[in-house]
């Protein structure tokens, strides 16, 4: 169906593949993988017949529907859901471009019968389509997570993994021959990811699937092209497979390569030393024939690691963050209601929850950027907050060079310096004169990761922030994340990430937020969620009504006044209970050392989640002494 000989592609004088030869079957199931920026969009790109490459050959089938989902840039929003998911009806939409003309005549004064006939035929076919379509439509967008009431709001609403959700049912409608999905699962849920692998195992088509995701392609490809600097390899197998033949590849290359070299060494020494004699010249000449010919072998460009640390602002002790009571909706929508959540110096929160269900608002709350419609956010005083928005990706200035982008953030910052930034996140050489409307989608969270954290923090708000990344800049992501010693909160649908990095985790769903004292794989198995240690109060002490209502950023030293007799005892209580909860802690620590010397792991995980709610606890009291 699609052939590709002999490619050669390069940018501004950087060659991404020479001499590359692929094609497709009808049947074929493939999974493009390679580093960031490596070339895989831009594979997309060739195929869709969108950039010529530099040398070489592309035939396509004549008539073959080719589907593509982008990797960044699917933005609806006129239409409702259900209209935009239908748009993807070609035929439905000539219909209608008839039937309008045919109106048009009508209007006009002609009535021959044939135009009428022809109308009525067409309108009942419209109707027919129509209903069926619907249905269709309906069906999949029902897989695809979206609720009747949902298919008929403007797609405007939606974020993130509903726009990407549009996008991909719009192309599961089209039935192309071909489907070209470029990181389909950035922003989908778990639930979304599963419902694609079972869609992909059963589709009838081609596929060229790319994606950062090791378990999807397993589940999902027969063959993998693999772009290893300059050539495209081609493996046969699911991912697994393809990542052991690989390491046997390179490991033969290498050898060969090195055999070669000696070779040439040999020869090289042979042509030097009697380059000057007359009885060995035609020996010296057909042994440099030789090796002028000789095809040399080629290592795969090696893979270069970003490098970095999320620079520390001064410690916060206490509490970082308190919500009480929080609420909010959007003009349509409810999102979060009733949400009591402290957020204590030195936690790492893992937020998870389907598409849609609020971590982007909670986040949102907590840094202050949006206000909640009821309930109260505190904020210490000395929080300096480092935040990356869902998508900031996107947000980043299509026509400024890198350099420009990134300096917008770094006032204080000597040329060299951003240099040297920049270099770290694999911006180097001419890179940072890049537009950053050409960068790859790795490129450009790079560069919104780098813009982060140039200002010094004590608060990290991450929403996904591993979207676009390839394996080895998430494994640099989540140890910058691990290395960070203040405190920590970040959303993500990678339930690997969250078991490794988060101590707590916040499901939300249903407009809740249940905090859970341990890690994802706690909170989904064993885990009781944790009642929040919303400050113990007496009846409320009638509080000035303005003051309680106010939406946000009361410090959190602000509390209200008592007795100073009152005050006394509660310490004293509160002082016992928290003398009480060290002791437990210290009982604890011994169960927990014999339980992981006598390797009874889950046990263990179970004390440390339970000694780290008691100190959650601890620390929540020490804050009311
Ligand atoms: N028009 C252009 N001018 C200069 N460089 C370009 C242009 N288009 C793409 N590039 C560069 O080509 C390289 C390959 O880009 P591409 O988008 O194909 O990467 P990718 O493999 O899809 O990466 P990612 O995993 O990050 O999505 C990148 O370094 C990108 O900056
Ligand atoms: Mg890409």
Redesign the pocket.
Known sequence: MVQLQNLTVS??G?E?YRNVDLFVAADSRIGLV??????????F?LIRRDLEPDQGTIDIRRDLKIGWLP?TGVVFKDRTVLAEAMSAFKEVEQIDRELAQLEQKLQQGSHGSELLDRYAHLQQERNHAGYAHEAQARKVLAELGFTDEDCSKPTGWSSGGFQVRIALAKLLLEEPDLLLL??PTNYLDIKAIAWLQEYLQGFRGAYVL?T?DRYLLDACVERIWS?ERPTVAVYKGNYSSYSNAREERLVQLEKAAQEQQKEIEKAERFIEQFRARKDTAKRVKSRQKALDRMERIVMPEKRKRMRFRFPEAATIYGQVVALEQVGHRFTDRAVLSGVSLIVAAGDRIGLFGANGEGKTTLLRIMSGDLSPSVGLVRQSEKLQIAFYRQGAEELLDPALEVIDEARKEAEGYTLLELRSILGAFLFSGD?IY?PVS????????RLALLKVLLRPSNLLLLDEPTN?L?IDSREVLEEAISDYRNTVIFAAHDRFMIDRLANKTVAVRSGRADVFPGNYTYATSAGKPIVEPVPARKPKPPEPAPQALAPRARPTKAVPRKPASELKDETALLQSRIRELEEKVRTLDTEFQDAKRSFDFARARELWAVRQALLDEIIALRNQV
Not at 438 to 445: A, F, H, I, R
């Open positions: 940018f501004t950087r991404l390679g580093p960031n920026g490596s070339g895989k969009s831009t594979l790109r990797q470029d990181e790319i950062h772009i890179d890049k050409v960068l790859s989608g790795g490129e450009k969270t676009h390839d």
